[in-house]
């Protein structure tokens, strides 16, 4: 698939191969819905210093029926509930936090969860900076996925243990 995006939905096959450079590859995640479609891997390079990594990425669309969207610059080209709840965090994060240079930097890839009844738990990490400091802060959405709706937001400032809840 060379040149190609990764699709935003269901792949089968999928593999990275390390094909120049030290050390080799382990822990490859294959996307799925509940890593957002996003494909990891772990490379285990047993010597300091900076390195230059060529992989190589492949699978099989799962659909293979289903024609890909048309690159437009937005990686989700549809809704996007991950972006949905992180928006949602960062706009009550702001409103409590005015100084001109408050920010939030999401850390993780977040994890999805079915708690059925057509709602979805979104769970993450991010720092909360500005000029003077930074602290970790977990967040948590609660989606219904038939409406796409964000339901709830909350966010907690791990190391002051402070808690703000949107509803």
Not at 32 to 54: H, K, L, M, S, W
Not at 122 to 145: D, Q
Not at 148 to 157: C, G, Q
Request: charged share 30%; with cysteine; aromatic share 10%.
């Amino acid at each position: 698939h060379a040149g190609e995006a990764m699709p935003f939905g269901r792949v089968e096959d999928f593999n990275v191969a390390l094909e120049r450079g030290r050390g080799s590859v382990f822990d490859v995640e294959q996307p799925t819905r509940r890593n957002n479609f996003t494909g990891a891997v772990t490379i285990d390079d047993p010597q300091n210093g900076g390195e230059t990594y060529e992989l190589v990425v492949a699978w099989r669309n799962a659909d293979a029926t289903r024609v890909a969207p048309v690159a437009s610059g937005d990686p989700y080209p549809y809704f996007d509930e991950t972006r949905a709840c992180q928006d949602r965090v960062r706009g009550e994060f702001l409103s409590r936090n005015r100084e001109g240079d408050a920010y939030l930097e999401f850390t993780t890839v977040p994890v999805r969860e079915d708690m059925g009844g057509n709602r979805e738990r979104v769970k993450g990490e991010a720092w909360a900076r500005n000029r003077a400091e930074s602290r970790p802060i977990g967040y948590e959405c609660v989606l219904n996925e038939r409406n796409n709706r964000v339901l709830s937001a909350t966010y907690e400032v791990r190391s002051r243990g402070r808690y703000s809840q949107v509803q």
